[in-house]
């Protein structure tokens, strides 16, 4: 089945920016879902089909995707962006049809 | 848009149990929906997918054949049939609406997602 990859964690100071990355093979050719879920709350949806913004989500959030990794970059990062952050792909090939990645946890320094 | 989940609660390795998910707030009869898990400390799981109109279901392989996903259009509701659980199957459960954006394809596993209900498997 289709596996995505994405690094335990990355920090960033308030005001830098925060990349979170996602690998899985020929990832480019799949849109690519980005979900922020802080301790104890239901996971929010932040980025779909790689680049567009849900309503209410802040223009801070943006995403890109290309070839084997997708990104999820968090621009001026506050400390309200802690949390961690999962990418999902749909997958008709696999045992899931829903991928998820094992999620990034975001610390702000 | 609001769903709750509701009907977790401990339960025995081999017992049964079954969720539903109450949705309000938008035409319910004309998404699909999806539930995910997540244990705990760890990531998420989608677990099982239904169409809007209830006949097509997919499964994890982790669950496939003691869960089973169903769904009341005219009540507005979600249901997950849980039997012959393991410890593994430990988790919070999430019900999610399904989203297509842009695209023909339902690959959007939860735009909107409930606030999940917890189920400890466990003798």
């Known amino acids: 089945s289709y596996v995505l990859t994405q690094p335990p964690s990355v920090s960033a100071a308030p005001g830098q920016t925060a990349r979170i990355t996602c690998e899985g093979n020929?990832?480019?050719?799949?849109?690519v879902h980005w979900y922020q879920q802080k301790p104890g709350q239901a996971p929010v949806l932040v980025i779909y089909h790689d680049t567009d913004r849900p309503s209410g989500i802040p223009e801070r959030f943006s995403g890109s995707n290309s070839g084997n990794t997708a990104t999820l970059i968090i621009s001026r990062v506050e400390a309200g962006d802690e949390a961690d952050y999962y990418c999902?792909?749909?997958?008709?090939?696999?045992?899931?049809?829903?991928?998820f990645g094992i999620g990034t946890k975001v610390s702000v320094l | 848009v609001q769903l709750v989940e509701s009907g977790g609660g401990l339960i025995q390795p081999g017992g049964s149990l079954r969720l539903s998910c109450a949705a309000s707030?938008?035409?319910?009869?004309?998404?699909?929906m999806n539930w995910v898990r997540q244990a705990p400390g760890r990531g998420l799981e989608w677990v099982s997918y239904?169409?809007?109109?209830?006949?097509?279901?997919y499964y994890a392989g982790s669950v496939r054949g003691r869960f089973t996903i169903s769904r009341d259009n005219g009540n507005n509701s979600l249901s997950l049939q849980m039997n012959s659980l393991r410890v593994e199957d430990t988790a919070i459960y999430y019900c999610?609406?399904?989203?297509?954006?842009?695209?023909?394809?339902?690959?959007?596993?939860?735009?909107?997602w409930g606030q999940g209900t917890l189920v400890p498997v466990c003798s």
């Open positions: 020929n990832i480019g050719s799949k849109s």
């Open positions: 239904i169409s809007s109109s209830g006949d097509f279901t």
């Open positions: 707030g938008f035409k319910f009869s004309s998404y699909e």
């Open positions: 999902q792909v749909w997958d008709t090939n696999g045992d899931h049809r829903y991928v």
């Open positions: 999610a609406r399904v989203a297509y954006g842009p695209t023909v394809v339902p690959s959007i596993g939860g735009d909107y």
